[in-house]
């Protein structure tokens, strides 16, 4: 489906303009979708609740199988899409509907070994049990990084878990899930997984509708104001990253291709990127040289795309000019439009905004320590907790070390390494919740417990 082919049956609102972020050029319109249109893909949500949880968790797996096909089916035009809105390489964009299609398997299979925390004679005379229950409806409101991924690290699991799904993509990434939707219907059902694109006021009216529950991925702003809008409806938040990286000595010969690879990756739009390097005193310098070279040979055009739109470009640029940072070191690489090489910032405070804040693009800052409980102390001394990794030889001492660090997600040696089968989830400002893993069922789940007199 293209964008301009979805109408409102309100009538015409003002067009979302869509763009390329590579080239800046328009390249669509849609309308955003207001009350009649948020009233009415709820509405048919509601209607399939009923059959698609009646379903055998057999029968389920079966559908969700046939989904993934149809993504594998048509990989190219899901990668093409995700390329329009987000400008990201052939070869990321690909990578990622692949993942897309083996969370929709996982998630069919792993739906079928449900457990229950008790079962037995708990009573004298009395028979008790758990029920897994779906909680119904759920408003899902995924971001512009990833658009086809975190839509399927939302919809595998809750779907999976017998719930029907309304998701609200980015105001400037609608393509790919509109396809999803569109495949969906045939695989799934009508009504079972639904497409809402639109702008911010799309997005405060799903929250405003009669979901059950509500998933965002995105802002902490915008999460704390889902919450509170929320009510007593049960919320999943992931609210966003600024990763620390603690760097010792002994740190392996790889660790600093490996960083700016991950650093570089998507052009650093993603909440678990590096972007807080820590080191001590004494390989600070190092620290700094080998990020520098590392850096150099990642470069904006030709290994990673653009940044996603102007106001994410504009953000960035303020964080970087706000830097009191006494060396600011540029790789090379394009920086016109949109486009921004990767970027170094070193000598700088420990309250510098490019360290107090999420940046959300291909910039590390380098900070060093005196020891390892301050290096602990600055990696954990922000608000977001949601990723973290650590670079040594010593694997005593880099288990301990991320043991102690606040985060959901650790790494020991390398970072951004992600599977289907591991939970994903924040803390503090990163807010709460599991994506991934089987452990992501639950969230779209409340148990029932069931007794029985015998």
């Given at each position: 489906?293209?964008?301009?082919?979805?109408?409102?049956?309100?009538?015409?609102?003002?067009?979302?303009?869509?763009?390329?972020?590579?080239?800046?050029?328009?390249?669509?319109?849609?309308?955003?979708?207001?009350?009649?249109?948020?009233?009415?893909?709820?509405?048919?949500?509601?209607?399939?609740?009923?059959?698609?949880?009646?379903?055998?968790?057999?029968?389920?797996?079966?559908?969700?199988?046939?989904?993934?096909?149809?993504?594998?089916?048509?990989?190219?035009?899901?990668?093409?899409?995700?390329?329009?809105?987000?400008?990201?390489?052939?070869?990321?964009?690909?990578?990622?509907?692949?993942?897309?299609?083996?969370?929709?398997?996982?998630?069919?299979?792993?739906?079928?070994?449900?457990?229950?925390?008790?079962?037995?004679?708990?009573?004298?005379?009395?028979?008790?049990?758990?029920?897994?229950?779906?909680?119904?409806?759920?408003?899902?409101?995924?971001?512009?990084?990833?658009?086809?991924?975190?839509?399927?690290?939302?919809?595998?699991?809750?779907?999976?878990?017998?719930?029907?799904?309304?998701?609200?993509?980015?105001?400037?990434?609608?393509?790919?899930?509109?396809?999803?939707?569109?495949?969906?219907?045939?695989?799934?059902?009508?009504?079972?997984?639904?497409?809402?694109?639109?702008?911010?006021?799309?997005?405060?009216?799903?929250?405003?509708?009669?979901?059950?529950?509500?998933?965002?991925?995105?802002?902490?702003?915008?999460?704390?104001?889902?919450?509170?809008?929320?009510?007593?409806?049960?919320?999943?938040?992931?609210?966003?990253?600024?990763?620390?990286?603690?760097?010792?000595?002994?740190?392996?010969?790889h660790t600093w291709t490996a960083l700016a690879a991950a650093c570089?990756?998507?052009?650093?739009?993603?909440?678990?990127?590096?972007?807080?390097?820590?080191?001590?005193?004494?390989?600070?310098?190092?620290?700094?040289?080998?990020?520098?070279?590392?850096?150099?040979?990642?470069?904006?055009?030709?290994?990673?795309?653009?940044?996603?739109?102007?106001?994410?470009?504009?953000?960035?640029?303020?964080?970087?000019?706000?830097?009191?940072?006494?060396?600011?070191?540029?790789?090379?690489?394009?920086s016109d439009g949109l486009w921004r090489p990767a970027w170094l910032?070193?000598?700088?405070?420990?309250?510098?905004?490019?360290?107090?804040?999420?940046?959300?693009?291909?910039?590390?800052?380098?900070?060093?320590?005196?020891?390892?409980?301050?290096?602990?102390?600055?990696?954990?001394?922000?608000?977001?907790?949601?990723?973290?990794?650590?670079?040594?030889?010593?694997?005593?001492?880099?288990?301990?070390?991320?043991?102690?660090?606040?985060?959901?997600?650790?790494?020991?040696?390398?970072?951004?390494?992600?599977?289907?089968?591991?939970?994903?989830?924040?803390?503090?400002?990163?807010?709460?919740?599991?994506?991934?893993?089987?452990?992501?069922?639950?969230?779209?789940?409340?148990?029932?417990?069931?007794?029985?007199?015998?």
């Amino acid at each position: 489906m293209h964008p301009t082919d979805l109408t409102d049956p309100a009538g015409p609102t003002e067009p979302v303009v869509l763009t390329d972020p590579r080239t800046g050029a328009t390249r669509g319109t849609l309308p955003a979708a207001r009350a009649p249109r948020v009233t009415a893909a709820v509405a048919a949500a509601r209607a399939a609740a009923g059959p698609w949880r009646a379903l055998t968790p057999r029968e389920r797996e079966r559908r969700l199988d046939a989904l993934a096909d149809l993504v594998e089916q048509h990989l190219d035009r899901y990668a093409a899409l995700e390329q329009a809105g987000t400008g990201k390489p052939a070869a990321e964009a690909l990578g990622e509907v692949r993942e897309v299609a083996d969370l929709f398997r996982f998630y069919a299979g792993a739906a079928r070994t449900g457990s229950a925390p008790a079962a037995g004679r708990y009573l004298p005379g009395h028979e008790s049990w758990v029920r897994w229950e779906p909680i119904g409806v759920v408003g899902a409101i995924v971001p512009w990084n990833y658009p086809l991924l975190m839509a399927a690290w939302r919809c595998a699991p809750a779907l999976a878990a017998g719930n029907t799904v309304v998701v609200k993509p980015a105001e400037t990434t609608p393509d790919s899930v509109g396809l999803l939707a569109e495949h969906a219907a045939q695989a799934l059902g009508e009504g079972v997984l639904g497409a809402l694109p639109g702008d911010r006021e799309t997005g405060r009216l799903l929250v405003a509708s009669g979901v059950d529950m509500l998933a965002f991925t995105g802002s902490a702003a915008a999460g704390a104001d889902i919450a509170a809008r929320a009510g007593h409806r049960r919320v999943s938040l992931e609210l966003g990253g600024n990763s620390p990286v603690v760097v010792l000595p002994d740190a392996p010969d790889h660790t600093w291709t490996a960083l700016a690879a991950a650093c570089t990756y998507n052009a650093g739009q993603s909440c678990a990127a590096p972007a807080r390097v820590i080191t001590l005193a004494e390989n600070y310098e190092q620290a700094v040289a080998g990020l520098t070279a590392a850096l150099a040979d990642c470069r904006a055009g030709r290994d990673f795309g653009p940044l996603n739109n102007p106001d994410q470009a504009a953000r960035y640029d303020r964080l970087l000019a706000a830097s009191a940072a006494k060396r600011s070191l540029a790789a090379p690489g394009r920086s016109d439009g949109l486009w921004r090489p990767a970027w170094l910032l070193a000598d700088l405070p420990d309250d510098d905004p490019a360290v107090l804040e999420e940046v959300f693009g291909p910039l590390l800052t380098v900070q060093h320590a005196a020891g390892l409980d301050e290096a602990l102390a600055l990696a954990n001394g922000v608000p977001q907790a949601l990723a973290a990794s650590v670079w040594t030889s010593d694997l005593s001492t880099g288990l301990d070390l991320t043991a102690r660090l606040n985060a959901g997600e650790t790494w020991l040696n390398c970072h951004l390494a992600q599977s289907a089968e591991l939970p994903h989830g924040g803390r503090g400002a990163s807010g709460h919740g599991t994506d991934l893993s089987t452990l992501a069922l639950q969230e779209y789940q409340r148990p029932k417990t069931v007794t029985a007199r015998l």
